[in-house]
């Protein structure tokens, strides 16, 4: 268990330790529940982090990638 203190406008910092373990950075987004009188922070993972470290439920090659990402770009070079 680790104490933090509150500091201005009630702000809480994590400890490193904990961030790191969690993979909490300058920018992450939190969901913050209060539960019987706690307060529940749990890190809600970006598209990124899902990719990374999510459960995967299919399968692109990096070919595949390509092609979609060539695609897009033609799209958005019409449109300017």
Same mark, same amino acid.
């Given at each position: 268990m680790l104490g933090v203190r509150v500091g201005k406008?009630?702000?809480i910092v994590i400890p490193?330790?904990?961030? %790191?373990? *969690?993979?909490i950075d300058?920018?992450?987004?939190?969901i913050l529940?209060?539960? %019987?009188?706690k /307060? /529940? *922070?749990?890190? *809600?993972? %970006?598209a990124i982090?899902?990719?990374i470290r999510g459960s995967k439920v299919g399968r692109v090659s990096l070919r595949d990638l390509e092609v979609v990402s060539i695609e897009?770009?033609?799209?958005? *070079?019409?449109?300017?």
């Open positions: 406008k009630r702000t490193k330790v904990v961030a %790191d373990l *969690l993979g300058e920018g992450s987004r939190l529940e209060v539960k %019987d009188g /307060i /529940i *922070l749990t890190p *809600l993972p %970006d982090t899902l990719s897009e770009q033609k799209k958005y *070079l019409r449109e300017a």
